[in-house]
């Protein structure tokens, strides 16, 4: 819920305070992204070789320490854009060494796979509820506070998070010593992910999508303050009321895939996903009833999100050998992080160039178009999840 404050929060530092140019905050979600795509790889390397939930730990600490950073450089006028894109890109560091770790943590805590659609189903409900409540309070917080000053919330669910990670008691096995070769280390990541074509299809249409969520959420950000002179309260009611669609993806994600082929439901789920940001386009009319269309569209690609992300989850995890857990969520961080790095420097340049409702448009054609990817894709075929493999090789 923490995080869902900062989403907004630290773009809407850099427009209020700071007076950002649309590149400008394109950039800023850029940065929060990038060390993705540069440091994923090798730090999946290093979440094979350690316990899991002390990388966890170390990197919820780091990310409590450089958001409370921020509202008091504020407080003391310190704070300038140059120093707010430096913090992003190094909360994004930490950040990359969390989902590289919770991932590869949960069979440690769930031992069957038959399980994880339930452990995955679990997790997409509380993620799921964090984001409709997140948005709706992180808009209320930067009206009455300011967007600097909101983020003190943030830094306070790290110390939440840490707690709750504390308290797990569940013994965590140190890995197995393997070869130490990180090249070879990472070869054998890159190999297994790409060489699978189940894991292969998941990996490039996650690519188009998160190319697609990011692109399209920073760019409405944009259109919505500035072209439409939309409150910050407005915006994260609309983001808020929006994510009620991934709960409920999530939510009935298991009954759906219990009862129809899994290669159905995620065709249907991804679909959805990829063709909601068209309603932003065609949205028309009174100002209400154009929130009442972007409330459509953002409900319709989260609750795709909600029930496709449950399957591709559960795929990852029953195709892949726990001792390459980690390198191939790195790999997967790697392709669908570096998607939203990319969609966000590319949303700040296409509103630049287009205007944000033109980059909008260029964007969701595009996104809709990728839905032929997900038609011809193998996981589209699947009747239900292929057998755990126990270990490579």
């Known amino acids: 819920m923490g995080t869902q404050v900062t989403n907004l929060a630290l773009p809407l530092t850099a427009i209020t305070a700071f007076g950002a140019d649309d590149e400008q905050v394109g950039l800023l979600r850029f940065l929060q992204l990038v060390p993705y795509l540069g440091l994923a790889l090798v730090f999946g390397v290093w979440v094979d070789r350690v316990r899991r939930r002390s990388m966890m730990l170390g990197a919820n600490l780091v990310r409590l320490v450089l958001l409370a950073a921020i509202p008091l450089l504020y407080w003391t006028h310190l704070l300038d854009l140059t120093t707010l894109l430096v913090i992003a890109c190094a909360v994004g560091v930490a950040s990359v060494l969390y989902d590289l770790s919770w991932m590869s943590y949960v069979p440690t805590v769930v031992k069957d796979p038959a399980?994880?659609?339930?452990a995955g189903a679990k997790?997409?409900?509380?993620?799921?509820?964090?984001?409709?409540?997140?948005?709706?309070?992180a808009g209320l917080l930067?009206?009455?506070?300011?967007a600097p000053v909101a983020l003190v919330v943030d830094a306070f669910s790290y110390l939440v998070s840490v707690l709750s990670l504390l308290a797990i008691r569940t013994r965590e096995q140190r890995p197995a010593p393997v070869r130490r070769h990180l090249g070879a280390e990472l070869r054998d990541g890159l190999r297994w992910v790409l060489g699978n074509?189940?894991?292969r299809a998941l990996a490039l249409i996650g690519f188009c999508c998160n190319f697609s969520m990011i692109s399209v959420w920073t760019m409405f950000l944009l259109y919505g303050t500035r072209d439409l002179g939309l409150t910050s309260a407005t915006i994260g009611m609309v983001f808020a009321a929006a994510s009620v669609g991934g709960l409920i993806g999530?939510?009935?994600s298991?009954?759906?895939?219990?009862r129809f082929r899994l290669g159905r439901v995620y065709f249907v789920a991804q679909s959805a996903l990829l063709l909601g940001p068209l309603?932003?386009?065609?949205?028309?009319?009174?100002?209400?009833?154009?929130?009442?269309?972007?409330?459509?569209?953002?409900?319709?690609?989260?609750?795709?999100?909600?029930?496709?992300?449950?399957?591709?989850?559960?795929?990852?995890?029953?195709?892949?050998?726990?001792?390459?857990?980690?390198?191939?969520?790195a790999v997967f961080r790697t392709l669908l992080f570096g998607g939203g790095a990319l969609g966000g420097l590319a949303a700040g340049l296409l509103a630049g160039h287009l205007g944000a409702h033109g980059g909008l448009t260029v964007v969701a054609v595009a996104s809709a178009l990728a839905v032929i990817g997900v038609l011809v894709s193998p996981v589209s075929r699947l009747r239900g999840l292929p057998e755990p493999v126990a270990e490579a090789g």
């Open 115 to 118: 399980q994880y659609v339930e």
């Open 197 to 199: 074509p189940i894991l």
């Open 254 to 258: 298991r009954k759906v895939i219990a």
């Open 279 to 329: 309603v932003i386009v065609v949205a028309g009319g009174p100002v209400p009833v154009m929130i009442g269309m972007f409330i459509a569209s953002f409900f319709l690609t989260y609750l795709g999100l909600g029930v496709a992300g449950v399957i591709i989850v559960s795929l990852r995890q029953t195709s892949t050998p726990p001792s390459m857990m980690g390198r191939m969520t």
């Open 250 to 252: 999530a939510g009935v």
């Open 142 to 146: 930067i009206s009455a506070l300011t």
């Open 123 to 137: 997790m997409g409900v509380s993620s799921s509820t964090a984001e409709v409540a997140g948005p709706g309070l």
